[in-house]
């Protein structure tokens, strides 16, 4: 059974500083891999998608990594703003469309 | 932005009644999902769809049930709601492209309070 990992669990930075998220997940055999930004009570809102053949995709200041081997994927948000004050969620898909989400990484940027 | 729809977007009841909540997606897709998400909680699936008349259960046990008699609408209801059932349900549609680049496109969520 997929399992899928998120640490640390939150995060407060100061205005201005990189951001960066970790995502482990237990079985590779994936077919890609998403990361979703969680506004307090509200929806999910899709970031980055990864191909499980792919090593990064990036979206403005947000980059985001890929080892399918090794089972960890990293989220990158450079020179951080109030704005991304939220929780992030990584997200694996394998067969049958079924997505395996982690517990989520709640990120506090202080201005 | 997504256009995908969840009413009601919070709703407070009391023990033992029934109640439905709604989810539209105007973009065509064939699929779509139930989450069940508790306050600072993972995801969870509770129920999923790959078309009309369509519907199976998903990782997460779950005592609602779900239609699917069009496609554009996955209402989920629960015929007596209990204090454990309170909880943040999501509501998701994704589309008919490869696997692997599709992705779930959610709506905003339906807080449910079982007093």
């Known amino acids: 059974k997929q399992e899928v990992t998120q640490i640390p669990a939150a995060l407060s930075v100061p205005e201005g500083e990189n951001l960066v998220l970790n995502c482990s997940f237990t079985d590779s055999a994936i077919y890609n891999l998403q990361w979703f930004r969680q506004d307090p009570g509200k929806g999910l809102t899709s970031l980055l998608l990864?191909?499980?053949?792919?090593r990064e995709q990036t979206s403005g200041r947000l980059n985001a990594s890929l080892d399918k081997s090794s089972g960890r994927s990293t989220l990158y948000i450079a020179a951080s703003q109030p704005g991304d004050s939220a929780t992030y969620l990584c997200?694996?898909?394998?067969?049958?469309?079924?997505?395996?989400f982690g517990g989520g990484t709640r990120v506090l940027v202080k201005p | 932005e997504a256009d995908i729809y969840q009413t009601p977007r919070y709703l407070v009841i009391g023990t033992g009644k029934k109640i439905t909540l709604e989810c539209s997606q105007t973009?065509?897709?064939?699929?779509m999902y139930w989450y069940q998400q508790d306050p600072g909680m993972e995801l969870h699936l509770i129920h999923y769809?790959?078309?009309?008349?369509?519907?199976e259960k998903g990782d997460l046990s779950s005592e609602s049930t779900v239609s699917r008699i069009r496609t554009e609408h996955f209402p989920l209801t629960l015929e007596s709601a209990r204090p454990s059932h309170t909880s943040q349900y999501l509501c998701?549609?994704?589309?008919?492209?490869?696997?692997?680049?599709?992705?779930?496109?959610f709506g905003p969520g339906t807080r449910l309070l079982v007093l």
């Open positions: 973009m065509g897709h064939d699929k």
């Open positions: 997200a694996v898909k394998a067969a049958g469309n079924k997505l395996t």
């Open positions: 769809s790959y078309g009309v008349n369509s519907t």
């Open positions: 998701a549609s994704s589309g008919t492209g490869p696997q692997k680049w599709e992705t779930q496109y």
């Open positions: 990864i191909q499980s053949s792919q």
